[in-house]
């Protein structure tokens, strides 16, 4: 897999509080772009905010943080659906717009 | 009827409770994080304002003559409320803070923090110490905070009065959950009066008694000037022996004077250098955090704003820098205290990274300090803001706009994105010390100052259309400006940058926005008028931030007409695009490249004169060119037709440079009749080739008073 498999529009599914941080929208673009961004009124800027996004040397998904640190995500993607686990084992989904 | 008007041919830009506060606990009403103020409505009829006072020390004396107007003085004061429901008992606790007053020619944005003041004392006769203002801004408790005071009015008017209305919301900040809620609206009639000792500016210090909604008297606020700038902190770089301190960019900009344009009063205390890699040349953000921890001079965040910057090799979670003290990493669960970049990345030798190509991060003397920047940033509580090539955008992004001839990192904006710079002035205390509300939470949780209260009138539209829809790169740009009235309102009668109504921005095609405004500023009254339709004309060469035009691509002109009707403030805003096309040949580069490469030109454009020997020669640079002749004949013909010193005026030489195809606005063919009309006035003739020529384009742009004029030379 490629990273333009993952180039698209992704809304997320996943309700469970450990992810509230992570935008309900996501753009990843052709580059390695990456743009995130959450429904009107939330409450948490988005841990993606505006960065970029690559496979890392052991299969993980990185993408840059709001503060530039770079987070490291075990993702698996199936069809529409993609789903990331954080380091901390919070494990989220997004399904393709 | 219409009115021509220009700006002297020369525009350039740059050089803008019943319900006393309830005690801590008490009921909290919605919760969010305060929005910012706006700009402020001002002025009622029957109450006034004084000059506005200098930057000096002056003694506390009573002014004579009674100055007719007064305004707030812009900057920090120090503000005290006084619950009403307190004022019985010998040393009540009431509340300390700072209000800020930002200003500008026409805005006035303000905020404030409170923070509980306990009576310390343990006898009850004995008032608890105060702030000393003669020390500047004050740092109070983090533990203390209470407040923002969300600034919604400040009613100053234009009558001889010393008092004028504030209007304020207080928003109570909850330290469990660490959001704000609105706890009412209140109004404060603030008077001037003799500060008590220890002000530097006595004559700025305010007292006002405070009511609710209901009109019910709740407290005394008092407000004394402290400082010109509006909050106050500290930056301590440390790094490894091999690590270049990031302290200012390749031209000298440093951290004081960045954070100056936004009221910061930055002071950055260059300690040691002397770090030890904890495990090897990359750095974790535990270890990052770990040694801030270990090695910063202070940790006292209730005295002292310090933010803390790491330069080291490299970093483990990204190449450049990160504000580490954030989610897991903030062991010791204090936000924000710090950030670290790395020295040793090297920069990729590919695009887009343009000059700095293969270089070591630490020697790329802009990028790396803008890296510092940006990840101290983060510290004061921003996050990634990508409105334009500011401090808060990413270098990844910066660094992929970048378009030739500009290449990165010349594309860098050395300054905040104008909704940074409101965060960085006005959003809560807890929003941006260190410390404070953790990074992550929403811009829209905290309460901020309503933005602009300027007034934006139905009545009164205005139009932005270029002269030309396309400009060679390297021509100064000519807009024409159109404001129509359908009366009711008095609006200005000079659309020219010089009369300073005029301000805008270009946005180039890599979407940074550059600023222009007047390099000269009026300083006589406005004329204001109800007129139908007035016109202007602006010719844009530079702006404070270098040339406006720097690239080939499509441009977005943006103008705002601003005024004041009794100091009531009014805006209206229009934009324009137009192209500007790439060096038609290698002669065209040059010149355009010489153009935009010297300052002077602006200068000379604007202002004329012979003494400018460097924009003379760029302006000439672009008339050597067949390309930008055009463009420049009327900037040249406006110098040579004015007399300079001993220099008479030359009107044949400026009849021969004013062809057919110069290039000239309405304003420019009305100054350059005023001029002809002056040189005939003082015995000059006028070469007839030159009345006939400035007479057909007066004719084809329908200016009547410049073919009238012409007529009756």
Redesign the interface.
């Known amino acids: 897999m490629t990273d333009d498999a993952l180039v698209g529009t992704w809304l997320k599914e996943s309700t469970d509080p450990c992810s509230s ?1 992570y935008p309900d929208e996501l753009e990843l673009h052709e580059g390695g ?1 990456a743009l995130g961004r ?1 429904r009107p ?5 988005p ?1 993606w ?4 996004f690559r496979r890392l040397d052991d299969g993980r998904l990185g993408i ?7 987070g490291r995500y075990a993702f698996t993607l199936a069809g529409d659906r993609l789903t990331l686990t954080d380091e ?1 084992g919070c494990t989220f989904t997004y399904r393709r717009r | 009827m219409s009115i021509e008007q220009g700006n002297g041919g020369g525009t350039v830009v740059e050089e803008g409770p019943g319900e006393a506060l309830p005690a801590p606990g008490g009921p909290i009403v919605t919760q ?1 994080v305060p929005s910012l103020p706006d700009a402020l409505e001002e002025a009622e009829a029957d109450e006034a304002v004084l000059p506005e006072a200098a930057d000096v020390l002056e003694p506390a004396a009573a002014p004579f003559p009674p100055p007719l107007k007064r305004r707030l003085r812009a900057g920090c004061y120090l503000m005290r409320y006084t619950p009403i429901a307190h004022a019985t008992i010998a040393a009540p606790p009431h509340y300390d803070g700072t209000m800020r007053i930002e200003r500008d020619a026409v805005n006035t944005i303000a905020s404030g923090d409170l923070y509980l003041h306990r009576p310390t004392s343990p006898h009850p006769l004995i008032p608890p110490k105060e702030p000393n203002p003669a020390k500047g801004i004050p740092i109070f408790a983090i533990r203390d905070y209470r407040y923002y005071v969300r600034v919604t009015k400040i009613l100053e008017g234009a009558a001889a009065a010393t008092q004028f209305k504030l209007g304020f919301e207080l928003h109570r900040f909850d330290h469990a959950t660490r959001t704000w809620s609105l706890q009412g609206a209140y109004a404060a009639k603030m008077s001037w009066t003799a500060a008590p000792p220890g002000y530097p500016s006595p004559k700025d210090y305010l007292t006002g008694q405070v009511r609710n909604a209901s009109g019910v008297a709740v407290g005394v606020l008092t407000l004394g000037w402290v400082s010109k700038y509006l909050r106050k902190a500290t930056l301590e770089v440390d790094r490894l022996p091999v690590s270049e301190p990031a302290l200012a960019n390749a031209a000298g900009l440093g951290w004081h004077d960045i954070f100056a344009q936004v009221g910061w009063d930055l002071t950055v205390d260059e300690s040691d250098t002397n770090l030890v890699e904890p495990s090897g040349a990359s750095w974790s ?1 535990a270890e990052a955090h770990a040694t801030m921890l270990a090695r910063r001079d202070s940790a006292d965040l209730d005295h002292d704003w310090r933010y803390w910057l790491g330069c080291v090799q490299q970093l483990d ?2 190449p ?5 003290d ?3 990493t903030d062991s010791n669960n204090v936000p924000r205290e710090g950030a670290i970049m790395s020295s040793h990345w090297v920069i990729p030798n590919q695009d887009p990274w343009g000059l700095v190509k293969g270089m070591r991060f630490g020697t790329a003397t802009d990028p790396y300090f803008r890296t510092g920047v ?2 101290i940033g ?1 510290a004061m509580g921003l ?2 803001n ?1 409105i334009d090539m500011g401090f808060m ?2 270098t ?2 910066i660094a992929a706009s970048a378009m030739p001839p500009q290449q990165f990192p010349q594309n860098i904006q050395w300054s905040h994105a104008p909704d940074d710079q409101k965060r960085l002035r006005h959003m809560p205390d807890m929003w941006c010390r260190p410390g404070g509300v953790p ?7 905290a309460p901020i100052s309503p933005d602009d209260a300027v007034i934006v009138p139905d009545s009164v539209s205005v139009e932005v259309s270029p002269l030309l829809p396309t400009v060679p790169l390297g021509a100064p740009v000519r807009i024409d400006v159109r404001l129509n009235n359908a009366g009711g309102i008095p609006v200005p009668t000079d659309l020219s940058l010089r009369a300073g109504n005029v301000i805008g921005s270009v946005t180039d095609p890599s979407g940074t926005t550059r600023e222009f405004r007047s390099i000269v500023r009026c300083i006589e009254e406005q004329k204001l008028g109800d007129d139908e339709q007035v016109t202007g004309s602006l010719t844009l060469l530079r702006g404070a931030d270098g040339s406006l035009f720097p690239l080939a691509g499509p441009y977005t002109v943006r103008v705002d007409v601003q005024w004041d009707v009794d100091s009531v403030p009014f805006k209206v805003s229009a934009e324009g695009t137009l192209m500007v096309t790439p060096p038609a040949d290698e002669a065209h580069a040059e010149a355009a490249l010489r153009v935009l490469t010297t300052p002077d030109a602006l200068v000379t454009l604007a202002v004329g004169g012979d003494h400018l020997t460097d924009g003379i020669e760029a302006i000439h640079a672009g008339l050597d060119n067949d390309v930008l002749r055009p463009h420049f004949a009327f900037v040249e013909a406006k110098r040579v037709a004015a007399p300079f010193f001993d220099r008479a005026a030359d009107l044949e030489g400026a009849e021969q440079l004013l062809g057919e195809d110069a290039v000239m606005s309405t304003a420019e063919v009305n100054k350059a009749t005023r001029l002809v009309a002056a040189a005939k006035e003082s015995g000059s003739e006028p070469p007839e080739a030159l009345v006939s020529s400035l007479r057909a384009k007066a004719e084809a742009m329908d200016a009547a008073t410049a073919v009238r004029t012409l007529d009756e030379l």
Request: glycine residues 10%; hydrophobic residues 30%; proline residues 0%.
């Open positions: 941080s772009r959450m009124g939330a409450r948490e800027h841990r905010d505006v960065g970029t840059t943080q709001s503060n530039d640190a770079l901390a | 969010y953000d979670s990204t450049r820098g990160i504000m580490f954030a989610f897991g940006h990840e983060h996050y990634h990508t955008n990413t990844d992004v990074f992550g939470a929403a811009f829209s949780t």
